[in-house]
């Protein structure tokens, strides 16, 4: 029977599951990119009986500790330094991440260590952290973007030589079948690579329904970046009608990492400042959980995305959800039911899922799909003793 990667690994006979969880796995996020996503996933393998660490850099002030054990080992010296010195503290971050990823493959652990790493912030020196660490145990990778940093990095640095360190691993794990495809078309090998998609985030279950009166409020939040689409948001509201922007409340929130000052004039220049606010800063717990109790609905309007954190993070509040067409949002989203899909940057498109919004106040009727943790704990630990098997048979 041909090997199907897009199938998920088997689940693991007890005798296996033991094997398995006898091996010590870390999982790696040097810039901890995706805690949440990481708690639940060292959660659930330790749920298992494995040994599992998260390995990442310290913690900043107002930072919750990971509930999980943790082990802050990257950028010690410049992850302290004031954002504000700019590209000086990029490249002084990016010395310190040449050292640590090569110490981290050289630290003293037992042999057959699984290394996971779930982010490759620069590639060129990544290639040498994961060959080093293969001499000690499996590497395993998560591609949660499969365009790096989905095409805005902070340096071009951080796209060079991405696949060719992708080809070191003895497994690589994406969360959605396009994402297979992706890869494969970028010229890695199909056999190593399983999709295992992306678990529920919690911590907001217990968040009541906003009220249905007065305008409709949709919300997107995380991190402001171009290739969310934010900008592609400001058209489709410029074209509605004055009486659609009037039934719509938009709140945009998070952090911005991109210039707001375009987006903020062409908000005035459109008369949309009674229909979209702009909320930059940072959004902590209690800033999120009031954030989601005034939404009625969420929006990605992103350009491009593989698995989307924060889609994850807000699906079991069973809201109306507006997003691109894109890899977990098109996986996940039944299009009418739980939400609705659009063509990414597709002004016209998104203009009538507002219309919709503004005009019949959709309910969804459909729950997102999505796949629990203990399930993707078994796919991983399968995966991991895929990989351990590659690794032996190399060593």
């Known amino acids: 029977m041909p090997h199907d990667p897009l199938a998920q690994p088997a689940i693991k006979t007890p005798e296996l599951k033991t094997s398995v969880a006898s ?17 639940a996933l060292v959660n659930a393998l330790q749920r298992t009986g494995a040994d599992v660490t998260l390995v990442g850099r310290p913690l900043r002030s107002g930072e919750t500790s990971p509930r999980v054990p943790f082990e802050p080992r990257f950028y010690k010296r410049s992850d302290m330094l004031p954002r504000r010195i700019g590209k000086a503290g990029a490249a002084l971050k990016a010395l310190e991440h040449c050292a640590d990823v090569v110490g981290f493959a050289l630290a003293a652990r037992p042999v057959a260590t699984v ?5 490759l912030p620069f590639p060129l020196v990544d290639y040498a952290g994961l ?10 990778v998560t591609v949660h973007d499969t365009t790096p940093f989905n095409g805005t990095p902070t340096s071009m640095l951080q796209l060079r030589g991405f696949s060719a360190a992708l080809s070191l691993a003895d497994r690589l794990i994406v969360h959605t079948r396009t994402g297979v495809e992706q890869l494969v078309a970028n010229g890695l090998d199909r056999a190593k690579i399983r999709c295992i ?13 906003p009220p249905k009166t007065g305008p409709m409020t949709l919300v997107t939040f995380g991190k402001m970046r171009h290739y ?20 719509l409340q938009v709140i945009v929130a998070g952090e911005p990492l991109m210039d707001l000052a375009p987006l903020k004039e062409r908000i005035a220049a459109s008369g949309l400042e009674g229909t979209i606010e702009l909320r930059p800063g940072f959004l902590d717990e ?3 959980r009031d ?20 889609l994850f993070l807000v699906q079991g509040l069973k809201r109306w959800i507006i997003a691109s067409r894109l890899g977990a949002f098109a996986e996940t989203i039944a299009d009418g039911e739980s939400g609705r899909l659009v063509p990414a940057e597709d002004v016209p498109a998104l203009t009538r899922a507002l219309q919709e919004c503004a005009r019949l106040r959709p309910q ?32």
């Open 23 to 39: 091996l010590r796995i870390r999982v790696v996020d040097p810039s901890l990119f995706t805690v949440p996503y990481c708690e």
């Open 115 to 119: 290394a996971h790493f779930q982010w």
């Open 131 to 140: 060959w080093l660490c293969r001499r000690k145990g499996p590497v395993v």
């Open 197 to 209: 998609p992306h678990g529920p985030l919690g911590g907001f279950d217990n968040i009541p329904p």
């Open 228 to 247: 969310k689409g934010i900008d592609v948001l400001i058209e489709a509201l410029a074209a509605l009608s004055p009486e659609d922007r009037q039934a």
């Open 286 to 288: 209690e800033a999120m």
């Open 291 to 310: 954030l989601f109790t005034q939404a009625e609905g969420f929006i990605f309007p992103y350009r491009e995305i593989e698995a989307s954190g924060v």
């Open 364 to 395: 969804p009727s459909n729950a997102v799909s999505v796949m629990s943790w203990d399930d993707i704990a078994q796919a991983t630990l399968a995966t991991y003793d895929e990989a351990f098997l590659h690794w032996q048979g190399r060593h």
